[in-house]
Structures are given as C-alpha cells and as structure tokens.
C-alpha cells in the first residue's frame, strides 16, 4: 500500500474547533467531563478513549511548541516564561487528573473486553503509572521539568573567539578539521578552556537535579533513580544486568577496532602522537569535507539524498518545509544539540538543530530525518497513547537512516573521493560512539546508586569510567582538567536522565538494518516502515521481529555486528 507524507492536523471532535490553551481554568472542564462521563459499554469506552486521547495530544502539542520556540531562542525571557508557565501551571495541575483517569480506564470492566492485540502495551503503560504516581512528587517534577532546561540556557550562552570572529561551540567545531595542527589545538583549548568557565555551575546544576530525583524515587517507593527511571521508561524487556553486559560487550568487541581506527589516522596524519584535536583531521592539503553551505542548501541536499532512497521519505521533509518545521543553522542565543520533535497533532514533526556546515551535520539531519519519518508512519494510529514508541526503536528508526542514506550522499558529495571519505567518517563513528555511550549509562548507574556522593567523589568516578573505555591511541597528558568535566558536554545527563543506552542497542538494531538492506534493499525499507508504523502498539522485541531483527545485546551478538561493520569499512580502503 502506498504511503502518503499528506497528513492533515487532526481535527478537533471533543474540544472547540479554535480551543487554544491559557491556563488551567480554560483546560478543566474536559478534565471533569472525563472524569465523569458514566461508561457503559464497549463502545463507549471507546468513544472516551478517543477523546482523551484527542485532549492528551492537544495539551502535548502545546507544550511542544513552548519547548520548540524557547529552544530556538534563549535569549527571549517571553519564551523561557512561557515554557515554565507550562510546567509550573498547567503540568502540575494535570498530574492528579492523569492518574485519576488511568484509574478509571482500568477499573472500567469493558477494558477486559478491548483487543488485547492492540491495547496490551498501552494498557501496560498506564498500569506503571498507577504504580508510580505519588502526589508528593508533583511539585518536585515541575520543578525539575524547569531545571532541566537550565543546561540549555548556560551552554546556549557558550562562544569562542576564532581568527577576530565570535562563535558558538557547535560553529567553533568546524576549527578542529583545519588542515593546521596549531589551529586545531587553539580551537579545542578555547573549547574547553570555555566550558572550564561553567564548570562549577554546571556541578551545582547537576547535583541539584541529583538530589530532586533521587527524592522522586524515594518518594515512589524505590531504593534509588535508577530504578525508578527504568519503570517509569518501561524498560519492561530489559535490566540492568543486561545494560552492564553491554558496556563488557563494548569493551571486548569494539575497543580494539577503535584503537585500529586511530592507528590508521595516527599514520595517515604522519604523525608520532595523537592528539584529541587530530581526531577528525585530514592530512595537509586535503580540504575538510564541506558538504553544504547553509540551512537551506542542508535541506535541498537532504531531499534529493531521500528522494533516492526512497520517495515517500522525501515527501515528508516537503511537508515539514511547507509548514516552516526546521530551524537549521547554528546561531548565537540558540540552545545546543539537535531534535525531532514529534507533534501529536499536526503529525509533521520540528527539526531543531545547530548546523555549521560539516559532515557531522549531514548525520545528524538523516538521523533527526528518520525520527522525523517515524512520526509521519506513526501518525494514523487511533490514539495519542499508541504513537508513544520505546525509544530503543526510536533510535533505531533514526540510525539507521544514517545508514541507509550513505549509499545517497551523492547529493552532498559529487567528488567519489569525497563521497568515500563521508562513508568512512560514517563508518567510523558508527564504531567510535559505543564506547562513549557505555561511559555515559555506566556513569548514570554509579551516580544515583550513589546520590549523597560529592563533587570531588564524581570527578573521581567520571575519570576511572573514562579510562576503563578509552583507548591507547589518543594522548591525553597534560589535558586533565578538561577531561575531568567531558560528561558536561551530554546534555542527556541533565534533561534526559537513563536516556542514552537507547542509542547503544538502537546502534546494533541500526547495523542489522542495514546488513540487510545491503541484500536486498527494497525487503529491509519495507520491514524498516512496517515496524515504525507500529508505533508503540507491540513490545520492543515485537518491534524488533518486525523490523527483521534480533533484540539482543549480548557479546556473542555485538561482535557479529562490529565483525561486520568493519568488514564494510575495510572496504572503502581497498
């Protein structure tokens, strides 16, 4: 059946037409109404579920927006105060309602009689959050849903100085594939000598959100945060043990093959030691690969590499640009990183990112262009709830769009050596991030299973978690300082607790994509749609069967996939 980028905001049925949201007052009458409204029969439940459903995407659409304006500029305090207005207000107010009517959709005695098919996993999720809700914990998780944009406000303020011109860190990257030794380590100096300057703001932002969610867990009756978040992800197909089995398996599989990487840029470089700002430099003369100029070429470029790949992906970019959903570029002001933000009811996602002009970006916008994909297939489903996928598949959706695009770069490269050494950059990235995502979930585990631990005592651990992933072949010495704050950089740490082991199993789901889309690559885009389509209707290893995959993250598993990755690298040097 043909897929079709032409979705429509969903119109309202339950709410007014034009209904736009206020404050409280304005939202609380359909609160009540649900909370009230008698069910007696099948049918009615629902009626009552497509309502709630219609009232759940209403309110998350608008919070998105605030999140989405207050991102794209910082410097606004209209923005920031509307966002927090939103957290403060209406998020806290909402909570009680919330668990009032997850209560009543499961007291209800026609919810034994819904298609278990389809509403397991739904059913499944609001069942955990009963379990979790703790009145108590409202005003602490309004208060942290403020914080936790904090690190965006302190790192978005971030600039260095290059050749007389002021620059963000994100612009300030492209310094570090200079063809100049010397400009490259001025570049990553300044970098970091400018993120020292933060240092202690960033410690006391963390520790406080430390703190507050560790209070959240205790409050919901759990030992730690850990434990905690993964109830509340619903990390219902997998444990911790399962998690520390990945970092073994990283360190076993993939530290050897990244030790090999540098080796071959240590000789490619000529040189007798290498240095973090040789990382991603090429030898003198060769020019860093510059695949687009602004925002715009970005896009135009992304459509004709999506285009080849298949029609249906570049149809759902057009839309978004019809609807003026991408901020692009790097600017001043902006927060950092980069997004999909799905909205529930326009079903045309936002694209933030900070573009300056490198092969990076490149994988980023595919990546963030495959999450974007996942929302356009997920949107016809009946309720809000269903759209709601497990993030392990959500990365999977958008590494392997990485993946799958690379054989489509021609649009950014029309030199065949260029084109090679994109390939190769993308290869080995997706080799190098393992280990940096087995540092960062070790480091979450060890700091909220340790709450009360200080500064010095995090330092301490960071280091000894970064030396146990890290390879020989790049020198450190003489770089402590900055390497004592590296998890400053991830803003995950801060807004999006637990959430980065996700990219590690979604990076193996992503590999297995793509082996099979080098078989047969019209079989593996229809598994690839098929599973996304689902949303979050079946269990990640249901998703994962659909998709033509294994759930699975053990040693044995994960050097199949690297065996197999750098057997494709190998390639590109023959």
């Known amino acids: 059946m043909p897929r079709s980028a032409d979705i429509q905001k969903l119109a309202h049925q339950y709410l007014p037409a034009q209904f736009t949201l206020t404050d409280w007052d304005s939202l609380v009458p359909f609160f009540d109404e649900l909370i009230n409204r008698p069910i007696e029969s099948k049918e009615a439940l629902e009626k009552w579920l497509l309502d709630l459903s219609e009232l759940e995407a209403f309110v998350s659409e608008d919070a998105c927006w605030r999140q989405i304006k207050m991102t794209c500029d910082t410097t606004d305090k209209s923005l920031e105060d509307a966002f927090t207005y939103f957290c403060m207000e209406i998020q806290p107010k909402m909570q009680p309602y919330a668990d009032a009517l997850n209560k009543k959709l499961i007291a209800s005695p026609f919810t034994q009689e819904l298609d278990q098919a389809t509403y397991y996993t739904y059913l499944r999720s609001v069942k955990k959050s009963i379990d979790l809700f703790r009145t108590e914990?409202?005003?602490?998780?309004?208060?942290?849903?403020?914080?936790?944009?904090?690190?965006?406000?302190?790192?978005?303020?971030?600039?260095?100085?290059?050749?007389?011109?002021?620059?963000?860190?994100?612009?300030?990257?492209?310094?570090?594939?200079?063809?100049?030794?010397?400009?490259?380590?001025?570049?990553?100096?300044k970098i970091q000598d400018r993120r020292l300057q933060d240092k202690s703001e960033m410690h006391d932002l963390f520790s406080t959100l430390i703190q507050k969610r560790h209070q959240v867990a205790v409050n919901a009756g759990f030992k730690n945060y850990r434990d905690y978040k993964f109830a509340e992800l619903g990390r219902f197909d997998y444990t911790k043990e399962d998690c520390f089995q990945f970092h073994e398996a990283v360190k076993l599989h993939v530290l050897p093959l990244i030790d090999k990487i540098y080796a071959r840029k240590k000789n490619k470089l000529?040189?007798?030691?290498?240095?973090?700002?040789?990382?991603?430099?090429?030898?003198?003369?060769?020019?860093?690969?510059?695949?687009?100029?602004?925002?715009?070429?970005?896009?135009?470029?992304?459509?004709?590499?999506?285009?080849?790949?298949?029609?249906?992906?570049?149809?759902?970019?057009?839309?978004?640009?019809?609807?003026?959903?991408?901020?692009?570029?790097?600017?001043?002001?902006?927060?950092?990183?980069?997004?999909?933000?799905?909205?529930?009811?326009?079903?045309?996602?936002?694209?933030?990112m900070n573009a300056a002009g490198q092969m990076s970006d490149v994988t980023t916008m595919v990546h963030e262009g495959g999450h974007a994909i996942h929302s356009f297939l997920a949107h016809p489903l009946s309720l809000s709830a269903f759209k709601e996928y497990p993030m392990e598949i959500a990365e999977v959706a958008s590494m392997s769009m990485e993946l799958f695009s690379m054989n489509h770069w021609q649009s950014f490269f029309s030199n065949p050596e260029d084109l090679k050494r994109a390939q190769e950059h993308q290869l080995e990235r997706t080799i190098t991030i393992f280990p940096w995502i087995a540092i960062i979930d070790k480091f979450q585990h060890w700091v909220y299973e340790n709450p009360t631990h200080t500064v010095e005592q995090r330092t301490n651990e960071w280091l000894l978690i970064l030396k146990e992933f890290s390879t020989t072949s790049i020198d450190y010495s003489g770089l402590e300082a900055y390497r004592e704050i590296g998890w400053q950089r991830q803003l995950h740490l801060f807004e999006v607790p637990f959430y980065y082991i996700e990219y590690g199993i979604a990076q193996l789901g992503a590999i297995g994509m793509?082996?099979?889309?080098?078989?047969?690559?019209?079989?593996?885009?229809?598994?690839?749609?098929?599973?996304?389509?689902?949303?979050?209707?079946?269990?990640?290893?249901?998703?994962?069967?659909?998709?033509?995959?294994?759930?699975d993250f053990s040693p044995a598993y994960v050097k199949n996939l690297m065996d197999f990755t750098n057997q494709e690298l190998e390639k590109l040097f023959v």
């Not at 998780?141 to 690190?151: D, K």
């Open 137 to 189: 914990n409202i005003p602490i998780q309004a208060e942290l849903s403020v914080l936790q944009q904090q690190y965006g406000t302190i790192a978005g303020k971030m600039t260095i100085e290059m050749e007389g011109q002021e620059y963000t860190l994100q612009q300030a990257a492209k310094f570090l594939e200079h063809e100049s030794r010397a400009v490259r380590e001025e570049a990553y100096r």
């Open 514 to 551: 793509w082996m099979q889309y080098q078989q047969n690559p019209t079989q593996a885009l229809e598994n690839y749609m098929n599973a996304l389509a689902l949303g979050g209707t079946k269990t990640l290893p249901e998703l994962y069967k659909t998709a033509g995959l294994q759930f």
């Open 270 to 352: 000529g040189l007798a030691i290498l240095k973090p700002w040789d990382t991603e430099a090429e030898p003198a003369g060769t020019k860093p690969l510059r695949p687009f100029t602004d925002g715009k070429d970005l896009y135009e470029k992304s459509v004709a590499c999506f285009e080849k790949l298949n029609p249906f992906f570049a149809d759902c970019l057009k839309k978004m640009n019809e609807l003026q959903h991408f901020d692009l570029e790097s600017r001043k002001g902006k927060a950092p990183g980069g997004y999909n933000c799905p909205l529930a009811e326009s079903g045309a996602p936002f694209i933030f």
